[in-house]
């Protein structure tokens, strides 16, 4: 242990200290009393650009008409206006999704075996005309 005190290059480091200290002073902080309003601007700033963003974004969509098919009901109304069916065929075409408890009735266009009027219950059969005529509109071509 003697010979550890004797190395004056091994308690050299810690006895400079106050040389450490004035290194440091520049990486200090000071105080959030003296950022706030430089941090207040830039979030602001931040949030004024995702908002510009935003509304840029919907802007575009709405201007270039873009229709998101990843939804269901959206797919559903825009199969009806190509093949253009009325309300009550909507309005049918919806039921026969319910009866057939399928997921979403835009299904419906793709299967026509649905539309068999022996496949379905008893109170189906005041329907008949109409799926027949809705059936023959979706999938007989002219």
Known sequence: MHQFLEQPSSF???????????MSEGFRSVGFEDKALETLLV?????LV?????LIGRYARRFERLKSYDSPPELFRELCR????????RRLLKRLATEWELTSPAL??????????????????????QLDRVRRRLFETA
């Open 82 to 89: 190509v093949h253009r069916l009325d309300w009550a065929s």
């Open 108 to 129: 419906l266009f793709v299967e026509p075996e649905r539309f068999n009027i022996a496949r379905l219950p008893n109170d189906w059969q005041k329907h008949a005309q």
């Open 12 to 22: 050299a480091f810690f006895a400079r200290t106050h040389d450490l200290r004035g």
């Open 43 to 47: 979030t602001g700033g931040l949030l």
């Open 50 to 54: 995702c908002l510009a963003l935003l």
